[in-house]
């Protein structure tokens, strides 16, 4: 594929009341979308993570508009993994002397999701499919509840057909349990719970803490240290908790994710699309974690392109893992596309469609777009 066009352009949605997390606070919810078209026409959309910390977006959009775009425009790809392996290779030294690697990969991994949509648009086939998945529907979960009125958002989304959950954690020890106790006390004692402490916990607290958890019969525990954590630690903790430890969001590199899984520490394993590696990264990391009988749920919270693309990453890898869907409020997600899937029985069914399936409402990208 030639690129003809390379352009991002951010959205953002004020937020009435800041979504509370263990780390800060996100007052409005952004969006920052690639648009690439090829000499074809053919047109791919991918999403790029920038929830932190404020004004990331803008950065970020930047760094596409300055670095980016000139690799890209007139630039010819035989695929999308040769275009992943060119650009990093060509921003890689740049990357570090700014010392942002983490930015830098969050971009590329924008553009990757825009490159394998045009790929499965051209070659007429849904994305999940051209990826090598054979079902085209997931099982999903409500994530983002709490700190405060998580039993009220799970009621909301239990209504809507799902089944599984999950609390953020990492706050108080009194609240945070008393927020368990009375999200398993309202779903009662076969639904899917899992927590997210992110990165809250030193190696003690998160000991205390994980068995503190056991009496609730938990899905996974989230992030219970930060990334950069001992190898040693995670396994302490791993050894000391009755549920699954999940991570991921925040690992970088194929390297980092082949050492999580070999550790041992980890039952579930959480890439995130729009933070690193995109669908090239983030699908060799779901086949490993299946073969060694990890559970793969890719990790997600932004905007509606970025989800689009983790329904097809978690169909493309298949197995047993569950799409994380944020329960809090968000239109750039429920509404920018006409006619987004509907959850019923607890699974998202994406449509038989070329590439992602769907392209953005473009007024309400106009609504939410900010000056560049």
């Keep these: 594929m030639r690129i003809a066009r390379a352009q991002a352009a951010l959205h953002l949605y004020p937020l009435a009341t800041p979504i509370r997390t263990a780390f800060g606070a996100m007052r409005a919810r952004p969006m920052l979308l690639v648009r690439l078209e090829d000499s074809d026409g053919a047109v791919g959309?991918?999403?790029?993570w920038c929830n932190f910390p404020p004004g990331a977006g803008a950065a970020r959009r930047r760094l596409f508009d300055d670095i980016f775009a000139p690799l890209l425009k007139g630039a010819t790809f035989d695929d999308p993994r040769a275009a992943f392996a060119t650009l990093e290779a060509k921003t890689r030294i740049l990357a570090l002397q700014a010392g942002e690697p983490g930015t830098f990969a969050q971009v590329l991994a924008g553009i990757d999701q825009a490159l394998w949509d045009i790929s499965a648009r051209k070659a007429g086939v849904p994305l999940w499919k051209h990826l090598g998945g054979t079902q085209g529907d997931v099982a999903v979960y409500a994530s983002g509840l709490g700190p405060d009125g998580a039993v009220e958002q799970a009621l909301v989304r239990l209504a809507q057909s799902y089944d599984g959950f999950k609390l953020k954690v990492g706050f108080a020890a009194d609240a945070d349990l008393a927020n368990i106790a009375a999200l398993r006390a309202?779903?009662?004692?076969k639904a899917f719970i899992a927590v997210d402490a992110n990165q809250a916990w030193d190696a003690e607290t998160a000991a205390r803490r994980v068995r503190e958890f056991a009496e609730f019969r938990l899905g996974w525990i989230e992030e219970?240290?930060?990334v950069d954590a001992p190898e040693g630690e995670w396994q302490l903790v791993a050894g000391l908790s009755a549920a699954p430890i999940a991570g991921g969001e925040?690992?970088?590199g194929a390297a980092q994710f082949r050492a999580a899984i070999a550790s041992n520490a980890f039952g579930v394993i959480q890439p995130d699309i729009a933070k690193w590696g995109g669908f090239t990264g983030c699908l060799a990391?779901?086949?490993?974690?299946?073969?060694e009988g990890v559970k793969f749920c890719p990790h997600y919270l932004g905007g509606g392109v970025g989800l689009l693309a983790s329904a097809h990453l978690l169909a493309a890898v298949g197995g047993d893992g569950r799409l994380e869907v944020?329960?809090?409020?968000?239109?750039?997600?429920d509404t920018l596309f006409d006619d987004f899937p509907h959850v019923r029985a607890a699974r998202l069914h994406l449509?038989?469609?070329?590439?992602l399936g769907y392209d953005p409402d473009p007024d309400l990208l106009k609504r939410y777009a900010e000056a560049a």
């Design 45 to 48: 959309w991918g999403e790029i």
């Design 351 to 355: 449509p038989d469609r070329p590439g």
């Design 250 to 252: 925040n690992m970088r």
């Design 224 to 226: 219970p240290l930060a």
């Design 186 to 189: 309202a779903l009662g004692p």
């Design 285 to 291: 990391v779901g086949r490993a974690a299946r073969e």
């Design 326 to 333: 944020d329960a809090q409020d968000n239109p750039m997600r």
